[in-house]
């Protein structure tokens, strides 16, 4: 998988983050160099499940017992982890869809002055970010993609969710269906892409 591919579902996975800190932020008043701290350290939990899914799924992947990679079982187990991480990505577009899909699309405001209210915000909102993590790891190896699956996410997602504390803080409306429904198209493209074009 391309850098750039990465890239794509970096932004796919932070604009639920963005939501999420833009209602928190309407509520609690917090300086920019807080927001910043209290975005870091979200996109730092984030990082380490979207990491920890991918050892996960790399523990738990279907491997042929025949050596020869070209053979008929070695294809029909690698079809296998394929079909699992398409199902594993789904499920994640599947989560967002219901969310968006609830007629009062209303996010609960939590105070992320609050070092700890934050660690587990940012655990309670990574559930999406472990799976797809989970499904990563069924179709590439945690070793030789770790850098350029995680730097992405922590780079972008640190963007995002501060950027939704600047919003919260103008008062800035956000239509936050239209950027779930973002989410779901890349999440969708990205899955079909890797599943069955490589």
């Known amino acids: 998988m391309s850098l750039i591919e990465f890239i794509i579902l970096s932004i796919a996975l932070s604009f639920e983050i963005l939501i999420v800190m833009h209602g928190c932020s309407l509520k609690t008043k917090i300086s920019l160099t807080k927001g910043l701290a209290e975005s870091a350290t979200i996109a730092v939990i984030h990082t380490l499940l979207l990491a920890i899914g991918m ?28 079909l699992v991480y398409l199902g594993l990505m789904i499920l994640v577009a599947l989560r967002l869809l219901f969310r968006s899909g609830k007629k009062s699309r ?30 990563l790891g069924f179709r590439i190896s945690f070793v030789e993609n770790v850098w350029r699956a995680t730097i992405p996410l922590a780079i972008t997602m640190t963007l995002f969710a501060f950027l ?35």
Not at 65 to 79: K, Q, V
Not at 114 to 135: E, P, Q, Y
């Open 55 to 82: 050892v996960m799924g790399g523990l738990l992947h279907f491997q042929s017992p025949d050596a020869n990679p070209d053979s008929s079982t070695s294809h029909l187990w690698s079809e296998t982890n394929n």
């Open 106 to 135: 209303q996010v609960q405001p939590y105070d992320i002055s609050r070092f700890s209210t934050t660690l587990l915000l940012g655990v309670a909102t990574g559930i999406n970010t472990l799976i797809v993590g989970l499904a």
């Open 164 to 198: 939704g504390v600047m919003l919260g803080r103008q008062q800035k409306e956000l239509r936050a269906r239209r950027y779930t429904l973002f989410a779901v198209l890349f999440l969708l493209a990205f899955a079909f892409k890797g599943a069955f074009w490589g």
